[in-house]
T-cell receptor
Framework: SQQGEEDPQALSIQEGENATMNCSYK?????LQWYRQNSGRGLVHLIL?????REKHSGRLRVTLDTSKKSSSLLITASRAADTASYFC?????????FGAGTTVTVRA | DVKVTQSSRYLVKRTGEKVFLECVQD?????MFWYRQDPGLGLRLIYF???????EKGDIPEGYSVSREKKERFSLILESASTNQTSMYLC??????????????FGAGSRLTVL
């Protein structure tokens, strides 16, 4: 079953702009993770936020978590062409990760 | 760096064939996973294993089986391939769960086409 759902499905921005994508999920979680996938490749882990945390930063990434609304957001600041990829949220529950369908981000030069 | 290697990047098989997808990880991880990825559906968990010779069904196990005879190797088997199993297959591994964290390291994926 698909636990997380990302919004929007696709996003196109200019280099240097910020990109924001959202994730909603259905059941209680231990943690929520974000992954990036470059075209045709495997996923790479970006950041993890635990259920008792509200915000986390890693470089140009900022993740928020609102467990009362069962939602999370990923912000990429000062985007670069290399940020062009698909981004997935994944919720950890019951010893497994469940992924959403992803947000495809295109950064235009 | 943890490395997860999937033996085939691209495979083309015929309906009814038996298909083996192999995955090897080199970091002594306990947990291994097989997902399939389809456009608009994201990643769906097929099977996972938390120890040698152990396996657990994921969300879509029908039509698949797995084998984990050694800690580093996790194989996905399609006993009789069908066209609806055409997909990208992703293997992943992770170490012991620590305080609820279970970060996955993925292989590059195996794109299977069943004709």
């Amino acid at each position: 079953s698909q636990q997380g759902e990302e919004d929007p499905q696709a996003l196109s921005i200019q280099e240097g702009e910020n990109a924001t994508m959202n994730c909603s999920y259905k059941t209680s979680i231990n943690n929520l993770q974000w992954y990036r996938q470059n075209s045709g490749r495997g996923l790479v882990h970006l950041i993890l936020i635990r259920s008792n945390e509200r915000e986390k930063h890693s470089g140009r990434l900022r993740v928020t978590l609102d467990t009362s609304k069962k939602s999370s957001s990923l912000l990429i600041t000062a985007s670069r062409a290399a940020d062009t990829a698909s981004y997935f949220c994944a919720t950890f529950n019951d010893y497994k990760l469940s992924f959403g369908a992803g947000t495809t981000v295109t950064v235009r030069a | 760096d943890v490395k997860v290697t999937q033996s085939s990047r691209y495979l083309v098989k015929r309906t009814g064939e038996k298909v083996f997808l192999e995955c090897v990880q080199d970091m002594d991880h306990e947990n291994m996973f097989w997902y399939r990825q389809d456009p608009g559906l994201g990643l769906r968990l097929i099977y996972f294993s938390y120890d040698v010779k152990m396996k657990e069904k994921g969300d879509i196990p029908e039509g698949y089986s797995v084998s984990r005879e050694k800690k580093e190797r996790f194989s996905l088997i399609l006993e009789s391939a069908s066209t609806n199993q055409t997909s990208m297959y992703l293997c992943a591994s992770s170490g012991l769960t620590v305080a609820g964290a279970n970060v996955l390291t993925f292989g590059a994926g195996s794109r299977l086409t069943v004709l």
